[in-house]
C-alpha cells in the first residue's frame, strides 16, 4: 500500500500546515501554485524560529528534511505495478524516474514563476528566498520518494523504522546510491549501526548536498517564464541523474535480497 511511513493512512487536511506534513503532501503529488503561498508561509515560520545560526550552516535544512521523510507516502512494488500498467524491473524504474522528474520540474517552474511575488518576500535576514528552500525541500522530498520507490522495485525496501529509516533514507539520497545491505548485519538492527558518529556524519551529508543543490536552483529565480524554464529544467536534469545513478547501484547489487 502507499502510506506515509511510520503513520497509519493518509495526513489529515487539518495537518496541513505543519512543515513536515505538509512537505510530505508534495512529494505524494499534492502541489500546485496555489498551494506556493501557504508553504512559503510555513516554511518561513519554521526559518524564523530556527534562528540564524541554524540556518546559515544548513543545520535547519537537513533536520527538517529528515523529519519530513516518515511524512513521505512510498508505494511498496504491487501498488507500483498497479499504478503503471503491471511493468517490471528497468521499465518500472524508467516510468518512474520519468514522472519524478517533471514533478520536481513542475516545483522549480512554479516557484520560479512565483518567487518574485512582492507578498512573500522573507525577512531581509534570511540570506537565500523562502520560495528557494521552500523548492529545495519539495525536490529533496519528492526524490527521496523515487529513490525509497527504486527500492522497491529492485526488492530491496529501504531497512529500518522511524529516525533509523530516514537516516538511511536520506543518505542513500545525498550519495546517489542504494542503501547498503551491510546495514542489516547486526541482531539490534539499524539503532546500533546508527549510532551519534554515524548520525553526525550523514547529517553532514545531507547539509552539503542540500546547499548544493539549494545553490543551484537559484536559476529559478531569474525573472518570470525565464525563471519558470529554468527551475524545471534543472531540476528534472537533476532528478532523472539521481534516479539514473540509484538504479545502476540497485541493478549492480541486485543479487541482494531484504
Known sequence: MSAPWGKQGPVPDDDHHDLPQAIGKVAGGDFGRKDVPSLVRVVGSSMRRAGKGALGGGRWLAETVVEIVPHIPVRDLQTLQEHHRGATGAALAGELIRNASRATAAVGATTGAIAAAEDL????????????????????????????????????????????????????????????????????????????????????????????????????LAPFLIGAVAGAEVNRRATAHLGDAVVRDLAATRGWRS
Open 121 to 220: 518576500t522573507p525577512p531581509a535576514w534570511i540570506v537565500l528566498p523562502v520560495e528557494l528552500i521552500l523548492e529545495t525541500l519539495a525536490v529533496a522530498s519528492i526524490e527521496m520518494k523515487l529513490v525509497a520507490e527504486l527500492h522497491e522495485v529492485y526488492r530491496r525496501p529501504v531497512p529500518g523504522s522511524g529516525a533509523d529509516r530516514a537516516l538511511s533514507l536520506a543518505r542513500a539520497w545525498a550519495e546517489r546510491r542504494g542503501v547498503t545491505p551491510e546495514a542489516l548485519v547486526t541482531a539490534g538492527g539499524l539503532g546500533d549501526v546508527l549510532g551519534r558518529g554515524t548520525r553526525n556524519e550523514v547529517m553532514r551529508l545531507l547539509r552539503r548536498r542540500l546547499m548544493r543543490r539549494t545553490l543551484r536552483n537559484t536559476s529559478s
